[in-house]
């Protein structure tokens, strides 16, 4: 049954009615309307969903709300990396509606491996999917990033 | 006999009925929003896209204008819409090298049916070729008069003139003026110059327009969008298709309306869970008669069963050049029907206003779909607008507006707004396919690799560069029409990729028969020097010759020519696609970057083509609605590709969004023959399903 859930988001505590078991992506568009998270699916296949949950990349589409209680939620709205300079520079997007949910997964990535190689960058960005097909651009941008923060 | 490179599919897949009738945009009411400037409208004259589809193709008053501000702000209104092909930077780009201005001060209006001037759709690669130059000779129109006023403002001759960086400046440099202040005050409006000089684009890389918004998540796509009030919408879908609503039987929720009108049952609430909840909560009695026909091979007999006879297009004498060759061949490729699959679902939102309806969506077709909801409900054009955010793709996939009429649909019974964001299995299930197809190829070549017959039916999925540039004396080519099972639209490239899937492991095979190398076999057979010159540069960049599991291929379509070299390799029987090199010219190069970014992206979204994406269906169902279940490239799918741009500035610059696509299958099916000795004939490419060689 909807209720008042607290969430912190982008390090600012949220107040906001929802049913705990509804998906955090909804919770977050329709009731704190950031829409930087995209839904794509709905199965945690895409991955345009993504968002932080205490610094760790997980699939909103599928995660009830209850489970971010207490914990820090980041969006891509709340996002200030040298990433996203570098899918600029690399022009790693086309459509750019699988764009946050690849940054956030990238930002997560280059937290825990500040310098990744090619094949740990495909495997851990390989639930997200671009279907203009920039992937190349994208492991090009998480490069780049990584190099400049080095 | 026009020459066949001009030769333009119709576009028979558009799903489109010619609205009944239009409302031109009324001139003055749109001088009166602008203010004071400078203002240049197009007199059209058929010089846009006009692609053959009854009335719409007929000359509209005005398909662009462009409105230099008073305070020197350039703004272009375009109906042409922004799905990732980056046109709003291209575009930009245009209008910015005419008027010597930077780039960043040209702003596009887009795909807004209150605000810009009647459009087809943005489909078949045409905005490169025919909206960019009406854009140039707009801007060029506008400098032209820009460099009056100054020249009478200072009373100097403006051949004295120069203009840069958005200013003007007498040569003696003694004075110097900024667009904004040479139009203060004045309301002046020009009509394009049909003959003023305009310039080659400079294939000058420019970054993406609003590429900012996007990687900060401000971007706003039709999704994204909220309204006062507003509800969240779902549609009941049948249980298959075909099947017909009998009754429906819902309960009585608070703040939810249902919808039931013939076949169309849907619900607004005011949010999406509850709206999902009532949608579950709707009992429906369904009739069912699904088609009995089925994917697989079944599918492929009803192809031919259901087929339109046709002669097709025929040069000399099959019969003549099958009996004059040394090497005889006759083989059969298919191509299986796939899903678009953009990762925006179709999605609208929609708002009525006393008698007048708003609605926001992403679509390819802004008037297209204008004129489907004027015929939904029954009222004149000039009620209603759509507007088009930059939307999260199409792939040809968003032209029809069937999301647009169901939002509106609801938000009239619900007297508020209602947003409608289809789900991933509405989206696979109830857009339209990539159409399937039976491909037959029959040939012959002597035993000096001349190719002297050329037999050539396509079954149902398309026409589209079905004629290809080999120089054969004898041949016939036909498309039949089939009754296809499953709803078909067009898919970026339309049947090129299976025309040039069949044409080009044909020629593979040709070549293997005459025991010449698969290069020297084409170029012995073509003449065009356009496609010889990619063909050439492809095959210098890869290296051809040297390596196992190489396979070439090349073609022709929408004034683009491709070609494409790829290495493969075979693990647990499952293709793996190591490396992609692929040389494209479509004349002068606009923006290289921009050009490589759409060549990669085409070569990766056909990497699902050639290997994995296929729709399987049943009983008129779809039985793969999911990603989980129906495969598109990711990162590890990803070969390393390079595009190599052939730039000729001496030649009108055509699209470039579809033609690379079309490239990979067959120069991958022919690696894996170089490789292992498979020939794989249908696309996906499996080589667990292949019979041995």
Redesign the interface.
Known sequence: MPGIIELTVNGTRRRVEADPEASLLSVLRDGLELTGAKYGCGEGQCGACTVLLDGQPVRSCILPVRAAVGKQVTTIEGIHHPLQDAFVAEDAMQCGYCTAGMIVSGVALLKKNPNPSRDEIVRHMNGNICRCGTYLRIIAAVRKAAQSHA | MPDERERIEPERYELAAAPAYRFSVDRRDFLGLLGGGLLVVFSAGGQESGRGRGRESLPQDLNAWLHVGEHGSVTIYTGKTE????IRTSLSQAAAEELHCPSGAVKLVMADTALTPFDMGTFGSRTTPTMAPQIRRAAATAREALLDLAAEKWNVDRAKLAIADGRITRADGAESIGFGELTKGQKLTKTIARDVAVARPLCQSA??V???D????????T??L?RPGML?GRVLRPPAFGATLLTLDAPTLPGVTVVHEKNFAGVAAP???SAADALRQLKAEWNRQPSAVTSGADLYDSFKKTAEKGEGDVRGSVADGMASAGVKLLATYTVAYIAH?????RAALAEWDGGKLTVWTGTQRPFGVRGELAEAFGIPEDRIRVIVP????G?GGKHSGECAVEAARLAKAAGKPVKL?W??EEEFTWAYFRPAGVIEVSSGAGLDGAITAWEFHNYNSGGSAIQGLYDIPNRRIAFHQTQSPLRQGSYRGLAATANHFAREVHIDELAHAVKMDPLEFRMKNLKDPRLRAVLQAAVDRFGWGKGKGIGMSCGFEKGGYIATCAQVAVEDSRIRILRVVEAFECGAVVNP??LK??I??????A?GGALFEQIQFRGGQILNP???LYR?????D?PE?EAVLVDRPDLPSAGSGETPIVGLAPAVSNAVFNLNGTRLRSMPLDLSAAPSA
């Open positions: 799905v990732g092909q980056n970054p993406k609003a590429a900012r996007i990687v900060t998540g401000q971007h706003k796509y999704p994204d909220t969240h949010d999406a869970r699959a953009p990762l925006e679902p930059d939307t999260g793709s792939y964001v789900t991933r970057n921009h970014n759409q990669e992206g085409a070569i990766s979204m990497v999911r990603f989980s598109v490239p990711r990162f590890s990803i590709i």
